[in-house]
């Protein structure tokens, strides 16, 4: 099932459409769907895809020179074999061909882990072959820290090659309701807090099944799928992942800033510092500062939080909780999600979600169009979404609640917002539970 996706695949298709030689790069994490793309797109091209792995490289050439002679005379084939990929590379740059060829090298970091210098090859073979041939290269990745090393960084060996890149990033909430149609809204938003938006995680999820049901067999069932993820998305960037679990654990808890992380790990703030770097860098957290803050950078108001809400989830129920559900003690975890699963999580969710509403479809909810959405909050109050543009500002509160009393919640954000030093024309705004299960 192709879903979303539009705008990536009407990249790869003006690639396709040149007169030149393209050179695309595509990289996410793990399950994002970088291969259900690069499927779609190639589907009614001529094109060799090449799915990387960390076996023989001897075989992997094998298996390349196999596709390479679908495009030759059986005569000419028939004993086609070359030494290295450099050599099948050379020969394909110098074939005939009628049309564009696509070709696809997946998961390419591992060709890189099986021959020092790959890229470097590669480069050499790009500048002077391939790049005056009828080729459309697609390199695909899923482990950033390598992707960036071998084609993305500015000292990488393959930089400034690339006509495009593509980083696929997780889908928007609207789209779960695409994977999931016969769910309630509710459900939608408990699946939102819970599995996130990746493709590959909304696709496990059972219909047929509650909730909870779901919970307990894809998630927290020792041998569920779902259940050793969060090691394998770390583990395959980091070798050293005993610090960095931590971190992401304590984050999970709710220890935001960087003083209440180490305080909460014992160690000093500054040990921190290239944990959290790298964990920006890989895409894993985010670091978010008050929306009205003219210097981000410098801010001294910055909080960290998982960008993936699976993995969120993950590290509080599962990782944290490892010695009960491998001896199978499920309903220690379960308890604790019903004390506070929706308190901690889905009202955070409900929050992002309306976020993310409002800047696809400010017209639903402003007069004006925003230049700014984003949360706000200084050493003492806080308020979930400010919204503002050169003349108005509106202060946004969300309350993931049953009968929620407005006007009284209203007022609490009145007086809030005097904090919030501006001369805009002020507005307020309550959005409630209600509100979203019923429009």
Known sequence: MFINRHDELKVLQDEYQKSTATFSVIYGRRRVGKTALISEYIQDKNHIYIYATEGNIKEQLRGFTKQIKKFLDPKIAKNLAFENFVDAFEFLADLELSSKLVLVIDEYQNLCK?????????????DLYLSRSKIHLILCGSVLSMMHSEVLAYNAPLYGRRTTNIHLKSLHFQYIATFLPSLSKEDLMNIYASFGTIPKYLNEYDDSKNFQENIVQKILDKNAYLYSEGNFLLKQEISDAGNYFAILESISKGNTKVGSIASNLSKPSTFLT????????????TREVPVTEKNPLKSKLGRYKI?????????YYVYKNYNYLEVNQVDVVLDELALNFNDRFVSFAFEDYVLEDMLLNYKKYFSFRPHKIGRWWNNKEEIDIVAFDDDHICFIECKWQNKVNKDSVKEELIQKSSIVKHTKKSSFLVVTKEDYLNC
Do not use: A, T
């Open 274 to 285: 290239p944990y959290l770097q790298k964990l920006l860098e890989l895409d894993i957290l």
């Open 114 to 126: 099986l021959e020092q210098g790959f890229s470097s090859s590669l480069q050499r073979v790009w």
């Open 307 to 315: 960008k993936d809400k699976f993995l969120n989830f993950w590290f």
